[in-house]
């Protein structure tokens, strides 16, 4: 499972609310429909609590989607659910920027808040 | 009906908010008034409920105001009543940015949430 | 007087509160101080209530100001009145942004409120 | 015929050798394959020699090519045989900025010489 | 005659070919056929020989026009024969870059050489 | 004293808040620890009480820095200072945007609010 | 062979020397080094001959290098061989402007003229 | 210890909230994993107290990075620690924009609060 | 004479042809007939032949016309001659982008070349 | 020396000549005088013979100027040298584009041809 790929290491500063934003725009999918690539911007945000995103292997993350046939929707809110799983971070929000596809580009947004799942 | 060319599938993750964004910069209509074509984008944004906007269905409705006659103010405001009627969205704005006429630019932009209209 | 130029259409979704923009780079008039023509892009933004402005009127309206001397914050306070009297809005806001003269570009920014007034 | 809509007016400075250039963002057309609509900005440059092109004229002609269906580079092939047919220019250049389709965009662009042609 | 307007300084330096090119944005005339306004930045640009154009009288000679119907190739042909006429260059060019009317923006651009006249 | 440059006329619209800024590019001083040129964009931004900063004394205001000796954080202070003692406004921002000194460039910006200055 | 995706179609106007340019900011390889993604735009120019490329065989084309090992200077000569073998056009240019690696983006531009290959 | 290179200098308007902003396009260190160099943009904002951060000490303290082995989000928290303990400003704030690394490019942001901490 | 202000080291490779360009964008003088400052860009572009013009002199050159009272044309002519005679190169081209002025900004460039005086 | 860490492999299509670029924007180096970081980006680009530059090899060199003192020129003109020598091209130029220092920024651009080294 491409969650299985994600690593992280310890906040250096987890006494401290600070913001990490990783952006990668060299993300490719592909359409479970047509079976053509789509192309995206993923901007990942988050506050971290104990852990941190291990930088090159949240690049072989994106990258096991390469071959994957999955709408825009399902990108973007599988790959919340991974990261929360495995960072467990504080709040944390996925962004993806698809190309024009059919005179269309989308974007699609999902957010996270630690203390909101506490509420649950 | 136009409003009938739009078609919808399932919200992968009812259970989370989040944000869905289409722009479109090849919307075209003709002017009531002078027989002239407009052109515009077409900013949509929603949060989903149970029901997410199919992108292809979304061009096609956009095409279907091709050799309509209808003023600016219309055009957003007719999207806005068939999108919501479609998708039953929690939240949803349009956007429409129409080219200069008469050297003047225009932007219409009309909004939805679904507890507003709730507590009517 | 240029007031009388203005015109106006019945809003067509009046029971919904939108936003409509007017943009007008070509805007010019005449410094009363140098007898120095003045160039100006003029930002009309509103929410309608029972009535629009209608758009061609709103080009010769501004028109009607090309040989006029009147200083930068007179254009402004003056099109907010005319536009208010003309359309009753429920919020307007008139922004004009000067061209660079002696080395300084300026702004200048008036905004109504139906409510506010109302208060009064 | 299309051709037919295009109107002319005298030179007023044939003696001189100048430069005019119309650039149209708002060309569309409809693609004969896949029936879904084209997008161009179409940028017309010439040197006059006794006539030149009348501009309100020219809006019309590029407005019949709506609903016409026609690939990229007929459309601008058969604009420039159009023009040089009407404007008898000394020298023509159409160029054709085409948006994206399949996350390809195009540009097409053909040019006329009067001399080259007396020399045939 | 506007022409008059135009003011020289003597060339600091006529024993060396050198460029001097003005830029006005704020250039303003009208439509003689619809009495509309018409907005365009000209260009000047030019090799002094005995005399260099004061920059004031450039402005108050382009403000001459602020009421005048004129279209746009006669802007510009009449402008490099007035300025050719008074300044006497070695080369000069004079570009109009006009704003979008009917959804079509233009440039003209006439251009002079001494020499060739020289060779009439 | 260069306070005492600054001239100002009545505000025609005293009975409604609205904003004016005034954004000069081509300002300079001197740094009086190393003795060269400092160069900054300073956009004053303000709502009018009773008075209105004249535009042209606003410019010999700012040329009069111009071989002065004074610190980024001085510059902005003293003319927030200055404009507030004589426009009495009811709010004032000054901001410097200051071009790179060593690899490093700066922005300075000093706030006015004419009620918390009452409560005091 | 990818060669063979490629299809064409008869050039409508072979009399005619005109340039066709299609750009496609969608191309991934694979770096036969590291096993990752290589990302490009490729902008392919020509003038046709009796043969025009078709757009949706070339998209193809391209989408068959997805998960072929090759070197940025393989692809663009490749492509090149290909492109004239199917096309046999008079001129034509393959650029590809590769994505940053190490720091370092590269570009890399070959071009082929018949009237050569015919001298040798 | 780099801390011990930053100087100050005192609050020129200590009785005045106000921001100062600089930013380092020049930032680079060394990646401790890989030895591979990285480079940032490093903006520091704060609201001083008593002291200002003198502005050539601060690029030295930068440079002191340039051979150093540190993870991006040490690189931030140190500095933000570094400057609060010898400005002891009122609120602040330290951004890193570290350029593309595997394709992926990264902002790290850090924000101190002097109330917050007296709360504890 | 501020052309003494100007130093020299020793072109490090003078048996190549090569291209030096210095971008300044903080040029200052004052205009001698209103008294008003000036703004430009000044652009240098040479190819050295046995001396390299030494940079912190050239800042010091371009500080020292802050307080002059020249017209554009003599700035550029004047500084194209000082540097011939204290660089001697084999080319040299002198560009000031001059700050709009009542509207119109300029652009003043001259050039020189060894080999034509070697002609004369 | 640096010249040795370079590294080629052979052109894989030594019968056409065709361009490649290498664009590195994170070059960094010491001024010998100062001691002062210098950054720079550096534009290579050659028409290869039989030999092409390894892209990782290349950056290893780039990176082994970052903490040599040494001036623009012979930055630029070492760097021609050494690429020459070890890949031998048909044509080769190397921009450096420097960084602000002073408020002026430079670029140096040095070029090689087989052809006229082989004429002497």
């Not at 995206?40 to 989607?65: H, R």
């Not at 809110?77 to 962004?95: C, G, H, S, Y």
Request: proline content about 7%.
């Amino acid at each position: 499972m491409s969650r299985d790929i994600l690593e992280t290491f310890p906040n250096p500063k987890p006494d401290r609310d600070y913001v990490i934003e990783h952006t990668a725009p060299e993300f490719t999918s592909v359409c479970p429909r047509t079976g053509q690539p789509d192309f995206a911007t993923i901007v990942l945000t988050y506050v971290p609590d104990q852990l941190c995103l291990e930088l090159k292997s949240l690049k072989l993350y994106y990258q096991s989607f390469r071959n994957m046939g999955i709408f825009y929707e399902d990108v973007i809110n599988r790959m919340l659910d991974d990261f929360v799983a495995v960072v467990q971070p504080r709040w944390m929000e996925v962004r993806g920027e698809f190309n024009t596809r059919g005179g269309i580009s989308s974007v699609v947004t999902a957010e996270y808040r630690a203390d909101e799942e506490d509420d649950e």
